[in-house]
């Protein structure tokens, strides 16, 4: 698994000159690194590809090649496999599709495969795969990928362009990620194969994974058992439906199996499951930075009545509790609020946004809370319009906003060391002014992410308390 | 209702000049329009804000006031209240909050201020509301709301908070607004009045409206299934559980009400009813822009594997059928399509992507298909790095690549006048190039959003066909 993850050599089998071709993609991504790794084209058609020499074959390449990219058309790729078991490669990477997901003939093409990398000692990812990466390594092969940033999250995917999907929303949160594989028909090395080797990699905090079939369930299970107690474990696993199953099939040959069935495994191995796409990366995120909540007893903030309403609604549907405030955590709270507001939970901040700071530390050190739930709490709204045609008087109360803006940043240092020391999550929704205000751009960076609606951060907050519940239930 | 949508001048009491303040940020609001119109500060401790010469009492005013925004403290609303019918004010919007929503004190204030205001002919929104706003007559109230794009979609809300997130989340989405209303308690003017108005609105083609409680259920009814005929109502109603009930009531003192028999409600006279904040933008967009589909079969393109099962299993979910195709429309794809692909519905492109166009307009024409889902689909990934660092040859590819994106960008007038020629809706989900892509921003403008996630998609068609299949039943 490291050739395939922290090679010192690669070729890429298929490289292309032509823009578009994912020989081209993969290759570009490869010598686009800042590392010194030498990557060799295999082409017998050109002679240089952006200015590197190509070779017509993996045994013409003069040095040891480690890593083997095999992106040649589906007909080529059993002899290229005989030519890597020559060379001495020790992984290989297999892009091309055309094999088990298109029916016999392509299957007993991937059984002839496989047979000749397991004599040859070669283990591969694939293929009808769309690549993988390391940003650690400054690897990636994954060619519609750019300017992944490093980070603690792991990403499994057994499909390409979830994989794509994920990565892409990724970077749009801010999300740095580790390691990244597609997995596609998984003819050798398979899902459980990635998790043992993730489960070991100090480079990953949390590991994600878009799930279409476990085809050694039993060994899932064992696996996830283990690596739950110490690592999170996030997925999203689809063909719930017997029509999803049987496009799952037509997509990488993996057989969905019954969805209840999967769920009571994901719950008896502690496997944080989610319905949707973005749900992932949400609690991926909180996984990385809050604290494990003690209870489901929720303390709710909000800048105004609505998102109250609706966020309890969400939390009582999600099995969390509305927490009783205590009559000093109302006293508290009346030091910083006006008259008017709620006198409970969850606590209308009415209107008014410049206490929410101590309203938040209150509720983390209030007795009966687990955990603390923020809307409109942070990113102050600039009240004043800005733009060449406003009056001077207005400029001025912009540049006031901004500074407001700014000194609001100055507070997240001390929710921060509040959460720490109360040990309780905090988690955040909808900032008035936007993501770009100085204090939600550090919000996001240390990780606590604030989430565009209340339904959302709600869903995190579930999982954080299932996954604490879990934990206790198995003693740690 | 004309004078509070429409007034030919406005008066602000409790206009600040203190940024940071209401009374400041909705009186810069109303002076910051492009129009005529006069707006008279009414505060009694400084000569001028912004400028504009201030007056004692509106009564100082020379000009006739047709609106008065109110915001100055609960304890002046009485005698504001009586002031605006000596002046012969015809509307007004008290912002002020501190009325029924505080308990028994509050609740006899409202009404002596709601019975002043019927003896004097006036009609008012709030109190303890965020204002409200006309894009068509540059009217803005609600004082954290900026730059709000003129359009089709007039929002109702019973939380300014909710209000301001909508607003704000139509703004990311670049959603235009024709009118918003923060109906706050709802002393005088109802949600119900504010539908009516609304129905007969040419600015208006969709309504949404968040509700907490419904004061007039009959009446509610009676109206939303006549409008429903000509006019889509989007509801989000938040108080589903006893908990958000209780929350709902301390808010606006609103009653919640049994959940099941609004769902039955809603259902019986046409109402789309969402679950989630961002479901209601993401339908009102596509009920402007969308034809409405004849059944429920649908037909489902993606750039890959993995989102074809999500979005199967989406479909199932929710009620849809995954259409069979003809052998005459897979004949056709498979002339757009490499071997490989799914022969098959999911249509998996199977890592194509420039012949998706040919792909949407044949399953827009198919035989047996009501609906399209498109996922990966448009927005051309750019295969090549960009920056300072690369080879002129990757450059070169970069260029290469932004040609396709313009050259997409030409395919997106035939793909609708594809839709429009064939009556179904085309419903679009996650372009890998991220929304900054020419063909994504125009399919955007046209009211053809590309949807972030699957799940967001698919729960959209399953509105449109659920309101097509209403419309049926009742002969529309």
Request: proline letters at 6%; charged letters at 20%.
């Amino acid at each position: 698994m490291e050739s395939i993850f922290n090679p010192s050599s690669v070729a890429v089998i298929g490289a292309s000159g032509a823009p578009g071709k994912w020989g081209f993609g993969i290759f570009a991504r490869l010598i686009g690194g800042g590392n010194d790794r030498p990557v060799y084209p295999v082409n017998n058609r050109v002679d240089q590809i952006l200015g590197v020499r190509t070779y017509p074959s993996l045994l013409d390449i003069p040095g040891p090649v480690e890593l083997a990219i095999i992106v040649s058309p589906p007909e080529t790729v059993p002899s290229v496999m005989s030519d890597c078991v020559a060379k001495g490669v020790k992984g290989a990477v297999v892009v091309t599709a055309g094999f088990a997901e298109v029916g016999e003939k392509g299957k007993a093409a991937e059984r002839r495969v496989v047979e000749m990398a397991r004599e040859g000692g070669i283990r591969f990812v694939g293929p009808n795969c769309m690549g993988h990466f390391n940003t650690a390594a400054d690897l990636m092969t994954a060619g519609e990928m750019t300017g992944v940033p490093r980070g603690p999250i792991a990403c499994i995917s057994q499909s390409g362009n979830f994989g794509g999907y994920v990565i892409w929303r990724g970077a749009q949160m801010g999300i740095g990620f580790s390691k990244f594989v597609s997995t596609g028909n998984e003819a050798d090395l398979k899902l459980e194969d990635y998790l043992e080797y993730l489960a070991q990699d100090d480079e990953t905090k949390v590991i994600t994974a878009y799930i279409e079939g476990i085809r050694d369930p039993r060994r899932f299970f064992a696996l996830a058992r283990d690596i739950t107690k110490a690592k999170p474990v996030v997925v999203m696993k689809s063909g719930r439906t017997s029509e999803g199953a049987r496009a799952a099939w037509s997509h990488t040959a993996a057989l969905a199996g019954e969805d209840a069935i999967h769920d009571a495994m994901f719950r008896q191995c502690g496997v944080i499951r989610v319905g949707e796409a973005d749900e992932m990366f949400d609690i991926a995120v909180a996984l990385v930075a809050q604290p494990r909540p003690r209870g489901r007893r929720v303390a709710i903030l909000t800048g105004g009545g609505g998102f109250g309403v609706v966020a309890t609604d969400a939390c009582v549907r999600l099995g969390l509790e509305i927490a009783e405030l205590s009559p000093e955590t109302i006293e508290t709270l009346n030091k910083y609020l006006p008259p008017r507001w709620s006198h409970g939970n969850p606590v209308d901040m009415a209107g008014t946004s410049n206490t929410s700071y101590g309203c938040m530390g209150t509720l983390l050190k209030a007795e009966g809370v687990d955990a603390v739930l923020g809307m409109s709490c942070v990113g102050s709204p600039s009240t004043v319009p800005s733009g060449p045609d406003v009056p001077d008087a207005v400029r001025k109360a912009a540049e006031y906003a901004e500074y407001v803006a700014d000194e609001e940043a100055k507070l997240v240092d001390g929710l921060l060391e509040r959460v720490k020391r109360h040990d309780k999550p905090i988690v955040l929704a909808y900032a008035p002014a936007g993501n770009e205000s100085p204090a939600v751009r550090k919000l996001n960076q240390r990780g606590f992410f604030v989430y565009p609606t209340p339904e959302r951060a709600v869903r995190v907050l579930a999982h954080l308390v299932r996954y604490g519940e879990y934990l206790a239930s198995v003693g740690v």
